[in-house]
């Protein structure tokens, strides 16, 4: 069976750093681009990041550029977002998920991805 488990969310305060993990099981990740999104209170779904299969390009929405990183160890099954200068603006429920394709789509939408996992809450206050 395909899971998905985040972790690594909590409380920091601004201009903290968190590292978000996400554990695969129950399929070969390698052939599996991998996306985090996030989703706050009345807000949409927004994808934040994707890397791709062998984890050789990968994408930042502009709102985290310069301050989040994503990579992946495929032989460890897991994928990791390290977050810095995180901002209160960031707080929301952080998902990783994984698209039947290799590579990351244009739009990173949350229709490229089949399968999901149950989310992280990341929350920035003082």
């Known amino acids: 069976q395909l899971q998905l488990v985040e972790s690594g969310g909590g409380l920091v305060q601004p201009g903290g750093s968190l590292r978000l993990s996400c554990a695969a099981s129950g399929f070969t990740l390698d052939y599996y681009a991998i996306g985090w999104f996030r989703q706050a209170p009345g807000k949409e779904r927004e994808g934040v990041s994707c890397?791709?299969?062998?984890?050789?390009?990968?994408k930042y929405a502009d709102s985290v550029k310069d301050r989040l990183t994503i990579s992946r160890d495929n032989a460890k099954k897991m994928v990791y977002l390290q977050m810095n200068s995180l901002k209160p603006e960031d707080t929301a429920v952080y998902y990783c998920?994984?698209?039947?394709?290799?590579?990351?789509?244009?739009?990173?939408?949350?229709?490229?991805?089949?399968?999901w996992g149950q989310g992280t809450q990341v929350t920035v206050s003082s």
């Open positions: 998920a994984a698209s039947q394709y290799s590579y990351c789509s244009g739009s990173n939408a949350p229709l490229w991805y089949n399968y």
């Open positions: 890397i791709s299969s062998s984890g050789g390009s990968t």
